[in-house]
């Protein structure tokens, strides 16, 4: 079964991306793919300064080979001052060689719905590190799509469903 691994890059106790990173990975359960969320509340992160992987905490080695092993991974980014969050930028500093060439999908929350051209940034960035293919749609939620916990905007939800059908086509051929 095609292994995703959904990173969830927000700090917040509140994350409104998490929310959105589960609604896409429930979504992907009934699509027949096989996930695994890596929180980045629930990973220890240290700050990247170019040492070797093998010298920073344990979880994130752990991070590191869940992507590796994955054949598609999907990112949960909140959006800070126009762009990628500062946290998620790291772990991806940190973690960018275990995307190679792989491909991936964008969840990308912000305040408001001006932001949405946040996400070019992210796309740019695993395309030109790790020559990594970001699927269409690029799903984007603002505080609207939320009601509490839970998720009410329903044409994101057509978003995200449209996204975990795109991506299951491409990993058809190990289905
Ligand atoms: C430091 C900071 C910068 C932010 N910058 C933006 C921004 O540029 N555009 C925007 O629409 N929202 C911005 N926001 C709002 C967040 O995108 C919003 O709170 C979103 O829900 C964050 O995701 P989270 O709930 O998963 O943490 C910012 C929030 C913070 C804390």
């Known amino acids: 079964m095609p292994q995703v691994v959904l990173i969830q890059g927000s700090l917040n ?61 999907v990112v949960g980014m909140p959006v800070y001052c126009y ?36 996400s070019a940034d992210l796309s740019n960035i695993l395309a030109f590190e790790s020559h990594v293919t970001t699927l269409q749609p690029i799903v984007f939620s603002s505080y609207e799509d939320f009601e509490e916990k839970t998720l009410v905007g329903e044409k994101l939800q057509a978003k995200v469903r449209e996204l975990v059908y795109n991506l299951a086509q491409q990993l058809k051929p190990q289905l």
């Open 13 to 73: 106790k509140e994350s409104r991306t998490a929310v959105l990173v589960d609604h896409a990975a429930e979504e992907m359960k009934r699509a027949g793919l096989k996930t695994t969320t890596l929180d980045l509340r629930n990973i220890q992160m240290e700050f990247c300064d170019g040492r070797p992987l093998k010298e920073y905490h344990p979880d994130m080695r752990q991070a590191y080979q869940a992507m590796e092993e994955a054949d598609a991974f």
């Open 83 to 118: 762009s990628v969050s500062g946290p998620l930028k790291n772990f991806i500093d940190i973690t960018s060689g275990a995307m190679e060439k792989k491909i991936a999908g964008i969840l990308c929350n912000a305040g408001g719905k001006q932001s949405y051209m946040a």
